[in-house]
T-cell receptor
Framework: EAQVTQNPRYLITVTGKKLTVTCSQN?????MSWYRQDPGLGLRQIYY???????DKGDVPEGYKVSRKEKRNFPLILESPSPNQTSLYFC??????????FGPGTRLTVT | GENVEQHPSTLSVQEGDSAVIKCTYS??????FPWYKQELGKRPQLIID?????GEKKDQRIAVTLNKTAKHFSLHITETQPEDSAVYFC??????????FGPGTRLSVLP
């Protein structure tokens, strides 16, 4: 089954404790993205990747890091999380068409 | 960069009536305009999209129109049903692989 998976689905952490949210897709897609979703703001792109070792900033990259060492994986790293990073995070992937497939989401709370 | 506005933010219609959601974008280079439906607690799902070389696209009860000159596009849902109740997002592809989403419209279909 073609899918995008994310882990963990829910995470509560404290300010400053490094965390990683994993994202994996099994569709051999070149493009992968991370979004955060906040009430009234829609989805905002954090980072995207066009292929292995090729990443670029989206609209809200501050406080986040990503890496793309393998085509199927695109982890999101928060080196020092802060309360304003409390949000719902979605990973997405797409092939050569523009249609994006979203993961199930990760709800992050930073206290 | 690209900026996408979406109206209205909330919309209530009677079952069987039509619903229209409108979006405007700023970057004349954008050429792909998807619409996503997000049910409560779920991931966004693509329901219809349109490319800049097409003025209108229809899929059963859902249609999208695009006016490139005015830089706006609209989602039309006819014969609405309770299961159409959800949050709808429009989006446009900005520079590179950057996707910009509108803030969303909460559609309620009243029985």
């Amino acid at each position: 089954e073609a899918q995008v998976t994310q882990n963990p689905r829910y995470l509560i952490t404290v300010t400053g404790k490094k965390l990683t949210v994993t994202c994996s897709q099994n569709m051999n897609h070149e493009y992968m993205s991370w979004y955060r979703q906040d009430p009234g703001l829609g989805l905002r792109q954090i980072y995207y990747s066009m292929n292995v070792e090729v990443t670029d900033k989206g609209d809200v990259p501050e406080g986040y890091k990503v890496s793309r060492k393998e085509k199927r994986n695109f982890p999101l790293i928060l080196e020092s999380p802060s309360p304003n990073q409390t949000s719902l995070y979605f990973c997405a992937s797409r092939g050569q068409s523009y249609e994006q497939y979203f993961g199930p989401g990760t709800r992050l709370t930073v206290t | 960069g690209e900026n996408v506005e979406q109206h209205p933010s909330t919309l209530s219609v009677q079952e069987g009536d039509s619903a229209v959601i409108k979006c405007t974008y700023s970057d004349s280079a954008s050429n792909y305009f998807p619409w996503y439906k997000q049910e409560l607690g779920k991931r966004p799902q693509l329901i219809i999209d349109i490319r800049s070389n097409v003025g209108e696209k229809k899929d059963q009860r859902i249609a999208v129109t695009l006016n490139k000159t005015a830089k706006h596009f609209s989602l039309h849902i006819t014969e609405t049903q309770p299961e159409d109740s959800a949050v709808y997002f429009c989006a446009a592809n900005g520079a590179g692989q950057n996707f910009v989403f509108g803030p969303g419209t909460r559609l309620s279909v009243l029985p």
